[in-house]
């Protein structure tokens, strides 16, 4: 049965499946599907703050309190905001008799390459063993998801939420939490709340053990091509690799380094202009595999040859990277393991079990193919 407003579901959806759940509100033709499983029944996770002194606190009636917690329209911005602050500053969660379903909400700031199917992987293989389906979500490229979103969730209180490369806002949050939904945050955008149990990986010691390894091959002019600086795990990654400059007591080339979209094109602009360059790189380090594609194609058309002229080095080993001509150096991020470690965060989370670390990091390891050599003049 198609789904046409957030409020229904669609029924007789095998457990073993992941579906994919896209709000109204983030364009034409977006439905919202979900799994009418209920867990079985359970005991109410009351919090010992009462609704009516949540609305005591912040000056205003309890319906208003409950329109802000469901994520509803007709309340001030200004008066949602300060509900909220008395919800986080309370650490109120609302009672709730019904058991949560039986579903993972799986975020994603957007669906388009390998990267995200291995953490789907991951996910879905913890969600498989706790009789869990996954729900996923993808927002076009945005970094946050809208009010439909929040109030669809609150609607279906799934058994956990978590968000990949994205961001839910602080009021976001804070609904979730009142809720007694457990939020998981993989790989961030920005720095979560200091409660929320985040899960990523050793970006830093990936781009200093990516570096090094060309350090160490002799090249001196390392190029690096990295992703939005304002993102942590970008930024970790730029400070290994001018660590390994550091450590190596080599000069970083400020022309060198790149700002750049985490795609093939921008690692295709940014390589032609560093080949372009009067004294160009002897090797480049991309922020992951799709700009290391892209600098392969801009090589090819420069008729540079790889690794003879040229090394590249990627980051995440994702499956096609093995089969590049030639096959790529990189970094290997454990994407499966990620998605295993935030959906266990969840389980524990929704059985009232704190996680042993807030912030997990999982290693990433250099694996050394054939895209990279020491320079020609070396």
Known sequence: MPVNSPGQWIRKLPKKSVKVSKPNVFGPGYTAQVADIRRGAGSARAGQVTAAEVARLAGVSVPTVSRVLNGRPGVAPGTRQRVEAVIR??????????????????????LES????????????VARAHGLVVVL??????????RAWTEQVLERRPTGVIVVFSELTVGQ????????????VLDPTGEPMHRTPSVGATNWSGGLSATRHLLELGHRRIAMINGPVAWP?????????????????VAVHP??????????????????????????????????????????EAARRAGVRIP??????GFDDLPFSRWAGPPMTTVRQPLTEMGVAAAEMVVELSRGKQPRHTRLELATELIVRESTAPPREA
């Open 114 to 125: 390998l990267w995200a199917l291995e953490i789907i992987r991951g996910v879905e293989a």
């Open 137 to 146: 979500t993808e927002m076009q490229g945005r970094l946050t998801p809208g």
């Open 308 to 313: 003879e002229e040229l090394s590249v080095v």
């Open 173 to 184: 949050q804070s609904q979730l939490a009142a809720r007694g939904v457990p939020l998981v």
């Open 255 to 296: 022309e060198l380094v790149r700002d750049s979209t985490l795609y093939v094109e921008g690692g295709l602009r940014d390589g032609a202009a560093l080949l372009a360059l009067p004294e160009p790189p002897t090797a480049v380090f991309t922020a992951n595999d799709l700009q290391a594609h892209g600098v392969y």
């Open 233 to 249: 795990c970008c930024r970790a990654r730029l400070g290994g690799y001018r660590a390994a400059h550091e450590m190596a007591e």
């Open 89 to 110: 500053e309370q650490g109120y969660r609302r009672p709730d008799t019904d058991a949560p379903t039986a579903i993972i909400e799986l975020v994603f700031h957007a």
